[in-house]
């Protein structure tokens, strides 16, 4: 934001609104606003280059605050970028081009948990993790499982259309909910219907999933609860080859069964990733197969998948390996054990139809290995948000040693992605599964949707035409 | 000073990308601020180091305003030591005079006490039996003689009725644990100088504590910053409470009936593994003792750990207020601590709802009395 004084009377109209404890400009302050989980401006920073600060971070309590500060960001034409827990790996909250983060933490209020029809309410600045346990208590859970759980929000899961560990039975973050509340670009708080399911029209609510603040800002959620299950049990089997596991996994999905997790890790996860975390030393397709529910429906859910794995001549590793991938699935993304600079990575994740997913991962490897030979990329892939119709492949490339200059860095970063992303849309993938678009992937969105993306633009042409929510992500024309 | 230079940076780098134990920082959790994460605090040390930010009143504040309870370590599968980073930047803030005012205003008084003066005629005037030649000495603390006598006597007490003899230090230095936290290394180093100094001259073999800070600083800060405490075991009064119990050496005549949960102080459950004989204790004077759901190495604070109170009172009673909370959900009538400092913590966030906050000690010597 250009000019001292045009900042001060922002910040004075800022502060008119939520409090003067409730609006910050410290330069310490705004540095933690600069970045999320995406390596890019993590690598910007770590090769000394400033990162994009944000003016004003603000934290609103209630959906009339949020609605006047939209309302005062479009008087004065500053962006605003909806912030939950920051979790995010691509970009999503990064501010790229200053203005308002709007730090919805502060509208954590769980508004009712509903036992007769299992579902719960609350505002989208609630932790994923806390409202887990306050379900708990009651016997319930959200069955919502992403690595990012300690840190995410519940607005932030809506947003970014996640993923969580036992999706392949619970379903992604855009199954999960119901129905939520939302202040458009234009400080108008609106509802989406009550209930996901009818025939009103196409709903508004996907609009909203995924929109990653792009169309206004998400301030309360209903989703849908579980029971607690009575049993969830884990068994773990390793395939000789990777055909095989899909295979599996095909099968166990087609003939609907009803797994709450499928873990599939190509040879070379299996031999590395594995053995450094988890001490499992083996050659293969490891897998990891869980059920859930009451102990007869898991004994023979864990019996049909049993015959399933063994009749592509799994070897079953028996529970133990199983249970110790479930106690310990979070562990993968704690330093030490995630990847970490000057390494360059990212997860090039993508879903497709089973028909078509080893030929995606072949095409991938390759694409990855063989295109990148000069810095060594290397590839590591597994399969763990399972469809009735297909999977996801959650992929990536690490390059143990990339360029120091920034400027070659995020290059190399960039073509990286746009091979992979190419060679998944190629293939009949998507751009991304469950972690979002940003502006790491905002690029590639009109390849993705090619002849249909002008119909997404006109929609955030006309929901924000000033442009100020959350520019630069989503592929949006910045105004 | 103890995280090396490689451990610094490492944690440092660890920490500034890491969102995975944001739901385990009280302070980040009530504030609702990223600056007051852990992940924050890496990015502001990390723009620090590389020349992206200046050290300032607003970075001292952040830094200050932490509750160092050891959980963050605890909850990282890494072990990164969050706490003592922020520990490590306290202490170049303090150096460097930036610390905020009611920290260098705490510092000044606390350098300007010579030592709890009046320990051994207190407990004397309160019909306790102190024995100048026994080897064993019984340990307040600064914040025990200053703010929470009733425990000193009642640990006398205790002693006296197992019949173990012990000493009082006549003018008992402070253990530096305040200095410690607050990152002022000197005053620290000087505190622990004098009290190892001051228990070789009561010829003190065994040194029992009362307040779970000084526990904590004399078994993992006191020989590191310069004291001598060769030949001197320490021990945390509930091991020998435990014991006592154990030998029949103190007899319960009736145990409380009411419903009783107990808090593990951070200092003793994740600086010292001092989880089970508290309750050992605990469960021989109350038959029906239940857990929080956070409890043992997972417990969440109570609002007295990182000498929040100094900076932000509210924001430690708050804490403690949601540990109280976390209480009231077992059903319990009573919630005993055996901290000193933590019990007055959560009497202070504590109102007229249950549960009652007991300090163990208080509690052992109130249901021996009539043994």
């Known amino acids: 934001m250009k000019g001292d004084l045009i900042r001060d009377i922002v910040r004075t109209e800022l502060i008119d609104i939520v409090g003067r404890d409730n609006v910050s400009v410290q330069h310490a302050e705004r540095m933690t606003y600069a970045f999320d989980y995406y390596l890019v401006p993590q690598m910007w920073a770590d090769r000394g280059r400033k990162p994009s600060l944000p003016d004003f971070i603000v934290h609103p309590k209630n959906t009339g605050e949020v609605s006047r500060i939209v309302r005062l960001a479009n008087r004065h034409n500053i962006p605003v970028i909806p912030y939950g827990g920051g979790t995010g790996t691509q970009g999503g909250t990064v501010p790229l081009f200053g203005g308002i983060v709007l730090d919805l933490k502060k509208m954590n209020r769980i508004v009712r948990i509903d036992e007769e029809s299992l579902t719960v309410t609350a505002e989208a600045g609630v932790h994923g993790q806390t409202l887990e346990w306050e379900c708990n208590k009651l016997g319930l859970t959200l069955a919502h499982y992403p690595a990012s759980q300690f840190g995410a929000t519940i607005g932030g899961y809506i947003a970014a259309r996640g993923s969580g560990t036992l999706s392949t039975k619970y379903g992604k973050a855009e199954d999960m909910v119901l129905s939520i509340e939302a202040v458009l670009p234009n400080g108008e708080a609106v509802r989406t219907l009550p ?85 499992v030393s083996r050659d293969g ?68 139809t089973f028909d078509r997913i080893y030929e995606l991962y072949l095409a991938k490897k390759k694409c990855i290995e063989e295109g990148y030979s000069d810095w060594s990329a290397d590839y590591i892939a597994h399969f763990s948000h399972w469809f009735p119709w297909g999977v996801m492949i959650y992929d990536r490339f690490i390059i143990n040693k990339p360029p120091q200059d920034p400027h070659e860095a995020i290059e190399l970063h960039a073509s990286i992605w746009g091979d992979a992303a190419r060679c998944s849309i190629a293939h009949g993938g998507t751009l991304n599964d469950h972690h979002g678009i940003g502006f790491k992937l905002g690029w590639l969105m009109p390849e993705q949707y090619g002849a249909a993306w002008p119909v997404m633009q006109m929609i955030k042409d006309q929901l924000d035409p000033a442009g100020i929510m959350n520019p630069g992500k989503l592929g949006f024309r910045r105004k | 000073m103890f995280l090396n230079e490689i451990e610094r940076v490492e944690t440092i780098a660890a920490c500034r990308f890491c969102p995975m134990c ?5 302070v980040a959790q009530l504030t609702c601020r990223e600056s007051n994460s852990p992940r924050g605090r890496g990015a502001i040390l990390f723009a620090l180091e590389q020349g992206l930010l200046q050290w300032d009143e607003c970075v001292a504040e952040i830094m200050f305003r932490t509750i160092n309870d050891g959980l963050l370590r605890e909850w990282c599968v890494g072990r990164y030591d969050h706490e003592e980073l922020v520990i490590d930047a306290r202490s170049r803030l303090v150096r460097n005079g930036l610390a905020p005012e009611e920290v260098r205003r705490y510092l000044d008084a606390a350098r300007r006490e010579t030592g709890a003066e009046s320990l051994p005629a207190t407990l004397r005037s309160a019909g306790v039996r102190i024995d100048p030649a026994a080897e064993c000495v019984l340990y307040a603390g600064r914040f025990v003689a200053r703010e929470a006598l009733d425990a000193f006597i009642a640990a006398g007490r205790l002693f006296n009725c197992a019949g173990i003899p012990f000493n009082v230090l006549d003018s008992e230095p402070d253990s530096g644990f305040d200095f410690y936290m607050l990152g002022d290394f000197q005053g620290a180093r000087e505190a622990s100088v004098r009290l190892s100094e001051a228990l070789r001259r009561a010829g003190c073999k065994t040194l029992v504590t009362l307040d779970s800070t000084c526990f904590r600083m004399i078994t993992t800060r006191t020989e590191r910053f310069g004291g001598d405490l060769s030949g001197i075991a320490v021990r945390y009064y509930t091991s020998d409470l435990a014991d006592w119990l154990r030998q029949g050496l103190i007899v319960v005549p009736q145990r409380v009936d009411a419903r009783v949960t107990y808090h593990d102080p951070s200092s003793l459950c994740r600086y010292a593994d001092e989880m089970e004989e508290p309750r050992r204790a605990l469960r021989a004077f109350a038959a029906d003792v239940v857990e929080m759901r956070a409890h043992g190495r997972l417990a969440s604070t109570d609002g007295a750990d990182g000498m929040l109170a100094i900076l932000d009172p509210d924001l430690a009673r708050q804490l403690a207020a949601r540990r109280l909370g976390q209480a009231r959900e077992t059903g319990a009538r009573i919630l005993v601590t055996p901290c000193p400092r933590s019990a007055a913590m959560l009497k202070s966030a504590g109102h007229d709802d249950l549960p009652q906050v007991a300090c163990l000690v208080e509690f052992a010597a109130a249901a021996t009395k009539h043994s």
Request: include cysteine; proline fraction near 7%.
């Open chain 1, 195 to 279: 209930v996901p399911n009818h025939a009103c029209g196409p709903g508004l609510l996907p609009l909203f999933v995924g929109s990653e603040g792009t169309l206004g800002v998400i301030t309360e959620v209903t989703m849908r609860l579980d029971p607690i299950p009575q049993e969830r049990c884990f068994r773990a089997y390793l395939f000789s080859d990777l055909r095989n596991g899909l295979e599996a996994g095909r099968r166990i999905m087609t003939k609907r069964l009803r797994p709450c997790a499928i873990r599939l890790y190509d040879p070379n996860s299996t031999h590395r990733l594995l053995r450094h975390v988890l001490g």
């Open chain 1, 285 to 352: 397709a490891y897998m990891v197969v869980g059920a859930d529910g009451d102990a007869d429906g898991v004994e023979r859910e864990m019996r049909l998948i049993d015959d399933i794995c063994k009749s592509l001549e799994a070897e079953d590793l028996g529970r133990e390996p199983g249970e110790h991938w479930w106690k310990h699935r979070y562990d993968f993304y704690f330093p030490p054990f995630t990847l970490k600079l000057p390494q360059l990575f990212g997860t090039v994740e993508s879903t497709t």
């Open chain 2, 22 to 26: 944001n739901i385990a920082d009280g």
